[in-house]
């Protein structure tokens, strides 16, 4: 089979023609009122470099106070703070020695190992480890964000990691050192709902509002249009950014080529009175736009007429994630069920299979293994990330977290980006792994 890299968000790279500059990013965003004209507060901060070989390893990352080795009770064994698979515990020499679990045979970590102090050794039945998963591995701890990670972005010509959470802060990370080099406070008004980056730009989701910034330029700006609510998707395609609203609505602009104008961003069209409730996730495939929402359905708009051309409502709950692979559409729900959707001979989209859990699924994300097969990554309520292959379902592994995991995003060499919902942002690497 020819595969295909499952995709997140639009692979263009044409938002807005803007001359480069080697100028770093640093800002205070301030929120506007409601339809106000824009009003450009980022600040320069002088020049950095650029790369996109971003360096993430225990060696030159410090771990934080909170996350440093802790001596086990029992043993006197130290838990390192970065793992792979594979790690346990040692059993004293004292003590009759049991046959080992293998990880194999284990499927959840072990909660005693994660606040370093499990008795059991060896013989622990839960993992000793972050992940269970050949290659993938957890190589940085970002501490700072203190409530849910809302988005992660890693914006082209950058050495620069953004990431925005519910604690109405905005923070800047050095990928080289894994250090925050600026904390943003937004105000309550300006509450963050979402976070991503197309090219050079970084686009940041607030109440009634999208704020726009090129890393390269330094350009920054508030988007003019009608923006009816918390902005809680974003997602880019065909030179055009859409941002899904709590209310249901979704505000469009179209990118300009031009580099000399002062906005580069034109409002279009505001699509309104599809969804009922809150639009919560974006994909972008076959020259379609697919969006889902609070009201259980997803629907389909045609990128070149911007019409709703259908509803698909096989789920019960909250539509969280959605992702396009080899023409087929994943999506994901609060209802606890993960559906692929493949075109019918008369032109419709049908479930083809639907993977059921015991628990509501919150995140899904798509990368190659290091023989350059998809696999899905799927956030789970209790923390754990099911890794499966495409297009079987075939479970590959588990890596874990202490709270559920609501943002995934991938990254350039095999890095992996996941925040969860108490502001714990996290760096994986996967061996050989290719960007969604």
């Given at each position: 089979m020819d595969y295909e890299a499952p995709r997140r968000y639009s692979q263009s790279r044409n938002l807005g023609g803007v001359k480069r500059k080697p100028q770093d990013f640093a800002a205070d965003v301030v929120p506007r009122r409601r339809y106000a004209p824009s009003?450009?507060?980022?600040?320069?901060?002088?020049?950095?470099?650029?790369?996109?070989?971003?360096?993430?390893?225990?060696?030159?990352?410090?771990?934080?106070?909170?996350?440093?080795?802790?001596?086990?009770?029992?043993?006197?064994?130290?838990?390192?703070?970065?793992?792979?698979?594979?790690c346990s515990?040692?059993?004293?020499?004292?003590?009759?020695?049991?046959?080992?679990?293998?990880?194999?045979?284990?499927?959840?970590?072990c909660k005693f190992w994660i606040a370093g102090n499990c008795r059991r050794g060896e013989q622990c039945q839960f993992l000793h480890s972050w992940s269970c998963f050949p290659g993938l591995a957890m190589v940085a701890s970002l501490e700072g964000h203190k409530k849910d990670i809302k988005g992660i972005a890693l914006p082209q010509g950058s050495d620069k990691l953004f990431s925005v959470s519910s604690d109405d802060t905005l923070r800047i990370w050095d990928c080289h050192t894994g250090h925050c080099v600026h904390t943003i406070n937004l105000q309550a008004e300006a509450a963050a709902g979402s976070l991503i980056s197309e090219g050079s730009w970084v686009f940041l989701g607030l109440q009634n509002a999208v704020k726009a910034f090129n890393v390269q330029t330094s350009?920054?700006?508030?988007?003019?249009?009608?923006?009816?609510?918390?902005?809680?998707?974003?997602?880019?395609?065909?030179?055009?950014?859409?941002?899904?609203?709590?209310?249901?609505?979704?505000?469009?602009?179209?990118?300009?080529?031009?580099?000399d104008v002062s906005d580069p961003f034109k409002?279009?069209?505001?699509?309104?009175?599809?969804?009922?409730?809150?639009?919560?996730?974006?994909?972008?495939?076959?020259?379609?736009?697919?969006?889902?929402?609070?009201?259980?359905?997803?629907?389909?708009?045609?990128?070149?007429t911007l019409q709703c051309v259908t509803t698909l409502k096989q789920h019960t709950d909250t539509v969280t994630s959605l992702l396009c692979w080899n023409k087929c559409?994943?999506?994901?729900?609060?209802?606890?069920?993960?559906?692929?959707?493949?075109?019918?001979?008369?032109g419709s989209l049908e479930v083809t299979h639907t993977r059921r859990q015991e628990q509501s699924v919150h995140a899904l994300c798509g990368v190659h293994d290091a023989e350059a097969k998809p696999i899905i990554f799927c956030s789970y309520q209790n923390g754990t990330v099911g890794i499966y292959d495409l297009p079987s379902f075939e479970?590959?592994?588990?890596?874990?977290?202490?709270?559920?995991?609501?943002t995934l995003t991938v990254g350039p060499g095999g890095l992996l980006f996941s925040g969860d919902k108490s502001g714990n942002l996290r760096v994986w690497s996967l061996a050989a792994g290719t960007k969604v």
């Open positions: 009003d450009n507060t980022m600040k320069k901060q002088g020049p950095t470099k650029f790369s996109r070989n971003l360096v993430w390893t225990s060696k030159e990352y410090k771990v934080p106070e909170g996350n440093r080795p802790r001596k086990d009770q029992a043993n006197g064994s130290t838990k390192p703070p970065v793992l792979g698979r594979g515990v040692s059993v004293s020499s004292k003590q009759p020695r049991k046959i080992a679990i293998s990880d194999t045979e284990k499927s959840v970590c350009k920054d700006l508030h988007l003019d249009g009608v923006v009816a609510g918390q902005v809680h998707a974003i997602t880019v395609a065909n030179g055009m950014l859409f941002a899904g609203t709590s209310s249901g609505s979704i505000s469009v602009w179209k990118a300009t080529t031009d580099s409002y279009l069209t505001s699509l309104e009175g599809h969804h009922t409730g809150e639009v919560t996730c974006f994909v972008v495939g076959c020259q379609l736009l697919y969006s889902g929402s609070v009201d259980k359905t997803i629907k389909v708009w045609d990128l070149n559409l994943i999506s994901s729900s609060l209802d606890g069920t993960i559906k692929v959707w493949a075109f019918s001979e008369n479970e590959r592994g588990n890596m874990f977290s202490t709270h559920t995991i609501s």
